[in-house]
């Protein structure tokens, strides 16, 4: 009797190709599955008509959770050329003092940055300016120079003013002073500004700014003070 062939020549061969008739049908299903897949996730991912995209807490689009995290404050404004040191009131109120018996504490709510100073009115002595805070020793004058100092304020009462100062002193008396004096009709923000043209050579520079008509409860507040040479 013949030898028996190997099993594995003996069985039927698998087949690894397929007709074109079977190929095309699969890769229509193939197409048709993925189109199906595509709009399924396309519905998913897409915002409902007058939603808001989802905001990430970098604030780029996306669908992880929102940020609950507040704006720290307003963008602090550089002031090229500033003679004045932490005029924005950032981290403290170093170097400025009270004026006719006023109070002075930091608070938010700044226009620069986060912190502004707060002047409250307090119990002024007899003979004294309205409430306010000083800047000594912004400068040492050089005389012939003209000097400008802005300062961006608000009152929380209407119709207050503001009157800015900026003198020039020798050995603690007033040599020169300018002044001005701007209304503030209503709590908004506003710049203002003085200049002073300096006569005394060697002087010291001080810049007092001082609030009218706060009454009890009103307050100044004081932000991003500078100081220029002209």
């Known amino acids: 009797m013949a030898a028996r062939p190997p099993r594995h020549l003996a069985e039927r061969p698998l087949r690894f190709g397929a007709s074109p008739q079977v190929v095309f049908v699969a890769a229509l299903l193939s197409i048709v599955l ?34 609950t995290t507040a704006a720290a404050g307003a963008p602090v404004r550089p002031t090229p050329g500033n003679l004045l040191q932490g005029a924005d009131f950032e981290r403290d109120l170093a170097g400025w003092a009270p004026l006719g018996g006023a109070r002075l504490q930091r608070v938010e709510g700044g226009t620069s940055g986060r912190w502004a100073v707060a002047v409250t009115p307090g119990d002024a002595a007899a003979g004294q300016t309205g409430p306010g805070l000083v800047k000594r020793g912004v400068a040492s004058a050089t005389e012939g120079t003209v000097y400008e100092a802005s ?8 119709d207050a003013q503001v009157i800015l100062a900026l003198h020039e002193e020798t050995g603690g008396t007033v040599a020169a002073s300018d002044t001005a004096a701007y209304g ?12 002073h043209r300096a006569r005394v ?8 700014i001082t609030g009218v008509g706060l009454g009890g409860d009103g307050r100044l507040l004081v932000d991003l003070v500078d100081v220029q040479v002209e």
């Open 184 to 195: 503030l009709p209503d709590d908004g923000w506003r710049q203002v500004a003085v200049e």
């Open 34 to 67: 993925l189109t199906v897949a595509v709009a399924l996730v396309t519905r998913d991912e897409a915002p409902a008509p007058g939603a808001a995209p989802a905001t990430t807490a970098s604030g780029a689009r996306g669908g992880g959770a929102t940020s």
């Open 201 to 208: 050579a060697g002087s010291s520079l001080v810049l007092e």
């Open 151 to 158: 300062v961006w304020v608000r009152a929380t009462v209407p």
